[in-house]
């Protein structure tokens, strides 16, 4: 009997230490009374913004030392997720039915936390930190997903722990927000050093946001085909439009955009074919997080009831949120549509707004009245009306420009397609002439969603990024300017 109660004492102990290592693999304690996201000023953005956060939760201030590794690593935002109510020593012991103890046994139960986060739209990419309690994330983590809509952003979580995989931990989570894309998460034990946590990092090709080519606003990222937008978030800068295109032909161009690797699509409330893009999406394999759609309000009933206009552009496309909402152009109540938009953004509806066919002086008159400038500003923009003083006005506010009737619209794409200098620069490449004037969109720094009806057409002008265009050839192509506007918006 007596090795036995010996056996039990040691047990106890073992399972003891175990466990206290568990809470967060460390005896150092920290202060938790406060709570701030903490922006760098080397951000991805001339805005200040940064589109990763690094978000923990650390009892005893292993899993922040992490936090803080990856954090400059990455050159990210780092938030600590505090407790309203902060633990105590006795909260944390194991098995003796306290506080952590009771939170871990019950499923349902959400501490609260201190603080918050602002502008949680920004992040792209969220890291996750957290030690493991009883096999599990702290009920704490269940709260912060709780708290933010995740759609549409990539969460990498990592634990540290003495002993437990992340193992279910994070896959328990994945419920909570179920329209983010989760990665695989890692343990890590303390003493883990930030060589390993950035050899974890790069594993997972999430990388400084000062050394990659889509970390600046506005910079086109050829290799993925990317530009970041001044919201934080990536747009492909190659598309299709939509415009004139029925319910039947818009279903069957967006399955033929996605199937051949597009993943712009620009649509509105007058085209109306919204239902028709949403419905394509849904149907298609392509996961909704790697698809980017806009659409558009119209002047007139929508901008006088914007909250309704878009409430029935999220019913009509029925696909969780937009990726862009544009107002379609400048008309009466086109500043109280846009504060809708806001909103709109904050309440998580919309990731990113814009303008439709704004100039500079609409534009000098609009942008002062609101208070998130606009993340695109799409106009009419093709080799015959190149705007040359307009871009580089938008793109200098650090708004990215989107060009329509690439081919020069209604009734005048034989003539531009025709054009002797962009055939002779086809030719010399091998190439279409709707592909010379869609890479010199791109080359100006334009991005580009041309309509078509022909999936032949559709594949060719995604086929764009296999060429280039000399400066010479750019230059000819400007030379080509007759400032003629082909519609009146």
Known sequence: MKHIITFFLLLTFVLGVT??????????????????????????????????????????????????Y??????????????????????????????????????????????SIENMEQYNT??????????EAPRIISTFLESYDFSGKTILPFCTSHSSGIGSSADNLHSLTPDASWLDGERFEAGTSKEEIEKWLNENDIMPNETTASSKVGVFDFEKKTVLLNSGYEMPIM????????????????????????????????????????????????????????????PGEQFENPKKAIQDALDKLDIGYINMMLLHHPGENDVKAYKAMEQAVTDGKIHSIGLSNWYVEELEEFLPQVNITPALVQNEIHPYYQENDVIPYIQNLGIVVQGWYPFG?????????????????????????????????????????????????????????????????????NALNKNEKHDWY
């Open 19 to 68: 466990a206290c290592n568990q809470r967060d693999n460390s005896n150092e304690t920290e202060s938790v009374n406060s709570s701030e996201t903490h922006t760098k000023d080397k951000s991805a953005a001339s805005t200040g913004k940064t589109n990763i956060l690094v978000a923990y939760f650390s009892a005893t201030g292993t899993t922040k030392a992490l936090a803080e």
């Open 239 to 298: 598309g299709l439009g939509t415009y004139s295109l029925s319910d039947e032909e818009c279903y069957n161009s967006v399955t033929a955009l996605l199937n051949a690797g597009g993943r712009l699509i620009d649509t509105a409330y007058m085209y109306g074919n919204e239902a028709a893009v949403g419905r394509a999406i849904r149907d298609s394999d392509v996961p909704r997080e790697e698809i980017f759609v806009i659409t558009k309000i119209y």
């Open 409 to 477: 619209g209604r009734g005048h794409t034989s003539e531009l397609l025709g054009d002797s200098v962009i055939f002779s620069i086809a030719k010399a490449h091998g190439v279409t002439s709707a592909q010379v004037i869609l890479r010199w969109n791109l080359q100006k720094g334009v991005v580009v969603i041309p309509g078509s009806s022909n999936p032949e057409h559709i594949k060719e002008n995604l086929d764009i990024f296999r060429f280039d265009l000399t400066d010479d050839e750019m230059k000819q192509i």
């Open 126 to 135: 969220i890291l996750l930190g957290y030690p493991i309690w009883h096999g």
């Open 70 to 115: 990856a954090a400059d690593i990455l050159d990210a935002d780092i938030y600590e997720i505090v407790p309203e109510n902060p633990y105590t020593e006795e909260d944390l012991a194991y098995y003796t039915g306290g506080r952590a103890d009771q939170e871990q046994n019950d499923p349902s139960a959400r501490p609260a936390i201190s603080g």
